[in-house]
């Protein structure tokens, strides 16, 4: 059981990671260009060096709704982690994680609809460039949403034994 926790821990301190670096870091969208190669992310438009992401009115709400979404999936799975750390040491044997495991849910829901509307609005659109391509930070959320799905679960599943 303690190699079980410890894995789960683990993973859950990775897909942390991982949220933090796609959300930071610009490269949701890449696409070649005149001048090289050309990325976006949620924040910035970079190049050689990086300046405000171009944006229309029409996708500016939705773009806003993509960082609040990764901003609120970063906060809950910080706080999944802190809960856990908490109930491992003073739940009685035998009791589930269900706190953890809901906080880790809504987590996974945030993920979801934020690479959901980014992949409607945003997927192939990188300003003067041309064939445009998802970055590692996309896929980075996608694969941090489906580790916050399976950790949700082991959390509502788990007994402390």
């Given at each position: 059981m303690l190699v079980l926790l410890a894995g789960i821990f683990v993973v859950h301190i990775a897909t942390v990671i991982m949220l933090f670096?796609?959300?930071?870091?610009?490269?949701?969208?890449?696409?070649?260009?005149?001048?090289?190669?050309?990325?976006?992310?949620?924040?910035?438009?970079?190049?050689?060096?990086?300046?405000?992401?171009p944006v229309s009115s029409r996708d500016e709400a939705?773009?806003?709704?993509?960082?609040a979404f990764m901003i609120l999936s970063i906060i809950f799975s910080v706080v999944a982690l802190?809960?856990?750390?908490?109930?491992?040491?003073?739940?009685?044997?035998?009791?589930?994680?269900?706190?953890?495991?809901a906080v880790m849910l809504v987590c996974?829901?945030?993920?979801?609809?934020?690479?959901?509307?980014?992949?409607?609005?945003?997927?192939?659109?990188?300003?003067?460039s041309t064939n445009?391509?998802?970055g590692y930070c996309f896929i980075l959320a996608w694969i941090c949403f489906c580790?916050?799905?399976?950790?949700?679960?082991?959390y509502l599943v788990l007994r402390k034994k």
């Amino acid at each position: 059981m303690l190699v079980l926790l410890a894995g789960i821990f683990v993973v859950h301190i990775a897909t942390v990671i991982m949220l933090f670096v796609s959300t930071i870091a610009n490269v949701w969208m890449v696409g070649s260009s005149n001048f090289g190669t050309l990325s976006t992310g949620l924040w910035l438009l970079c190049n050689k060096t990086c300046t405000q992401l171009p944006v229309s009115s029409r996708d500016e709400a939705s773009l806003k709704a993509v960082q609040a979404f990764m901003i609120l999936s970063i906060i809950f799975s910080v706080v999944a982690l802190i809960l856990f750390i908490i109930q491992l040491f003073t739940l009685e044997k035998g009791k589930r994680f269900y706190m953890t495991g809901a906080v880790m849910l809504v987590c996974w829901m945030c993920i979801l609809i934020a690479v959901s509307i980014y992949t409607a609005r945003f997927t192939g659109t990188v300003p003067y460039s041309t064939n445009p391509h998802h970055g590692y930070c996309f896929i980075l959320a996608w694969i941090c949403f489906c580790f916050s799905f399976i950790i949700g679960i082991l959390y509502l599943v788990l007994r402390k034994k």
